[in-house]
């Protein structure tokens, strides 16, 4: 697309090169470069777009800019304004009332924006800005000393604005001296991929999209971007507006950048200009660019509809945690009292009030709530403040908040003990948060008697207990009771099958080695559970590692004890068998429950 | 929030009502309302929200887009331009050059978009312009008779206005008639409420988020919010711009309405107006929620992160068809050639081209891929070309493309049975998607020589297959072959054990009922497997209804002999049951690789 709209505006050899200095007048006219920047710092670029020229009146906003970060929007204001001025860019005025230049974006502006650089001395100043430049561009940037001194000798308007402006007060320090800084800030040597890159630093807040570096703060931000969207494009402001909707700048060395808020930086680079000192080609590439590809910024996503990614409750997607058969029944009976919420993209104030009003809704139904904001980026002040209310407005009523937040996006690195804390408890993985909500849930849905799961004996273990006497007693006895410190592996992944494994007390974990070297968990076993059934029956090795969570206390009933059930009494190895099936059964169905629990999502 | 906003600004009393007509004068002055409208149509307010009044100069963005829709944005322009004037609203002016009002939201802009209005009579028009307000508001408005009479008779300005418009020839019909009907349209009563619904529409890009219908197109909501950035509060629009940032209306009946495109709209109600004609707490409140609620046209979300809500291979997530061991196999190892993208939100160029890019550079290593669209909002023009382009693109290089785009929000109703149309297929649903691509994968992935499941003998039977041939001669003579059409249930949930069935030819499909109502697929099986193992083991009901995909041909074991093996032949029955459970070994092999794959993204 970028080609098309290139090869549609390259016929246009209207215009020239601005020729008030030789060094401008002397590049090649029919260069032509557009270049288009996403958020995420990849450049689409056609044409000549590494041919280096002078940035011009490009620097203004980036002077300008740096002035905020350096003197504070206030006291800037108390020097600039911020209105439209109706007049050529180099006019030698301020405005009648105020005796302030009318914007940074018209020369007696940027001279003032010039002026209020801070730095030890004249050269630091200049380096100052050189190295802002370069934090947006993201490489070094230098000045064209042949411009500059070209412009340094011929620049007599500019002079005459930096007298009038000492003589009303406007700037307080040496007028040559800032005019000086001025013609060698606008020398500064850019292509026009490097244009693209700042623009799109523009676009994204602030933050360098290729280097990740910050340039500028948010705020700041904006206040650039308002000053380009009324004063960017000198005259008919209005029109740029409506048709190409986009902030932007232009510079007499034939550059143009133009910004799309959050998504976007457009670049060109044309040395022929129009009669008001914009490149011809530019701003038709601009105008062409931002009606094939609907660049508006008034037409923008509704981001609030992607602010909640999914929603769904503990009993639609439980922990890998494996609950007993009367906790499972209380999870799938009040499981709808815990619900995970995962946020997505930057979240700003109409993505928080989506969310916050999501969870609100519910808020009389909840026990406890998992807010995953592990997909976020931004968190803008008043989003957080709105998720910190809720917090507190949520365990007021009784309802415990867990946060998934390993990059502190909140601002809590750790989690307080205080189990009334407003901020909730911090997690670093979704599926341990849930775990928790599911406990909070449990611990309030227990029918009255029935407890956790606590330590047993052999004959209370579910497969024991369910044998007929006699075959219970035996096959007790054949077991081998083990106990293994926290930490320790019972099996190991790919290891040949060792017993089938009775848990009497604590609990293990069954984990599996992910891509990313990590071992994850696959699920955690408790007293009165089982594993190594499968091996065992099928003389394989095991498909995952097994880990002690807790101090564990197992049966084991070991591969040859099992092999010789076959000959010594098949009976008894039958109705073994049948009570692994039973578990079995009773896993497949909770299973089946929370698959169709979520079907109706997918 | 916006309790606070309003007790933040009650305190100042300054100013007073518009008193050029006596009706403007009798309303209550220190009245006070303050609502904000949410893109999904929520209405947040505090104070008077419900007052009715005039709303004056607000009309006039919509008498605007009215014009616009009725005589395209040319011929609108040709009368009407954009430009800031400068000047107060009822400046009787014209551009010097142009002969054209500076723009239609100044008086002598407004009158001749109320011109525009095209209609059979006066009436109609009058009555058009109220219907279109009234889609905006998403209720039926009507006039304040005492307001327009009151207008009528003193509003010697805008008849100035409207007959010096006659004379340039910038109006070309009776001007007497044109700012009657002007008049008309100022004097409708409406809200605080209502203009914050209104506003909200023009967030929504034209659609009234309460009522969903579409009051403007969204090129043309661009444009009047344009306007509104430029011109809509009268001078200061720099300062407006820079410290509000909202595209904005005032009116001298004591409203005003801002706009933060894509997110919300905000409207208040107060009165005492300031020198400008502007609401002294309208203006007031704007300012401290936009700061407060961090609202700026220039902060946005980069909404292209969040326009891919989930990418994985099949391997990662397959389908429910569940796959014979040896086609299992291939797709673990090649499942990565076929990927899933779904995608959510609007899509906008932004949006479209990460989605974009990122398949596109994974084109080399795919085979076929889903692009689920049901997440997805509204769909501009360029990201459907764009994702056009890209199927036509990814078809020529043999990459086959499924769309599940049940809404047709790229305007597929139904597949081409081409399957080289460039446009790919379309399905209603991720899941045959899905299986539709894991087919592709099969096909240009089983090894030389290995065959789809086809029809088998029972003795070919995995189950069977691997027993000792005695076991498997004397088995398959205990089991009884039925055929069953498509359609025709198995087993239904709940019902008692029936048997244990081998499939030999066909495809069954194990379903639980949704919430909806509806079945849901578990899984597809297909010959060389079996269900109605775990009811028989246990003796327990079916969990799963089971009917038939397509017409199928089974072998049944029927539970009186599964029962009687238990004392007739222990040492056989043990033999099947470890064949069963080398079947669920391989199946929960294949289970623990899927969960692997996705456990990094979780």
Known sequence: MLDQVHAACRDDTSGAPADYIPELAAVAPDSFGLCLATADGLVYQVGDTDIAFSIQSISKPFTYALALADRGIDEVARHIDVEPSGEPFNEISLEPDTQRP??????????????????????????????????????????????????????????????????????????????????????????????????????????NPKTRERALSTSLTERVLSVMTTCGMYNAAGDWVTTVGLPAKSGVGGGIIAVLPGQLGISVYSPRLDGHGNSVRGVAACRELSKRLELHFCHVTRSARTAIRAD???????????????????????????????????????????????????????DALVIDLRRVGEVSRVARDMLEQLQSELVGRGTRVALVDPDAKLGHEVSSLDPDDPRGRVFIDRDTATEWCEDIVLHKHRPPGARPPTSIELAQHPLMAGLDPDY???????????????????????????????????????????TDGRAHRLVTLSSGMSFGEVPMLVREPFVNTVVAETRVRVAVLSPSVFDSLTDDDPRMKLALLQRLAAGAYAQMDMTVRTISANAENY
Not at 476 to 499: F, I, K, Y
């Open 102 to 207: 009318s914007n940074p974006m018209i020369n007696s502006g940027a001279i003032t924006a010039t002026s209020l650089i801070t730095g030890r001395d004249a050269e630091d100043k200049f380096e100052r800005v050189r190295r802002c430049y370069s934090r947006f561009a993201g490489r070094e940037l230098t000045m064209d000393k042949a411009v500059y001194e070209s412009e340094s000798r011929t620049g007599y308007r500019n002079r005459a604005i930096g007298y009038m402006l000492r003589s009303v007060g406007v700037i307080d320090v040496d007028p040559d001296d800032v005019v000086d800084r001025y013609f060698r800030q606008c020398s500064i040597e850019i292509t026009c991929a490097d244009l693209a890159v700042m623009a799109a630093t523009l676009a994204d807040n602030g933050v």
């Open 472 to 514: 219970r007693r035996r096959l007790c006895a054949e077991c081998e009771t083990r106990t293994v410190a926290r930490g320790e592996v019972l099996a190991e992944r790919g290891s040949p099958r060792s017993g089938l494994y009775l848990i009497l007390d604590g609990r293990v974990r069954m984990t599996f080695p992910g």
């Open 312 to 366: 769904y409750t503990v009993a639609q997607m439980p922990s890998r945690l494996r609950r007993t058969t009367d906790d499972a029944e209380v999870l799938a009976a009040h499981g709808e009292r815990a619900r995970v919420y995962e946020l997505h993209g930057d979240l700003l104030f109409s993505g928080a009030e989506r969310a916050v009003r999501a969870i609100e809704g519910r808020t009389a139904e909840l």
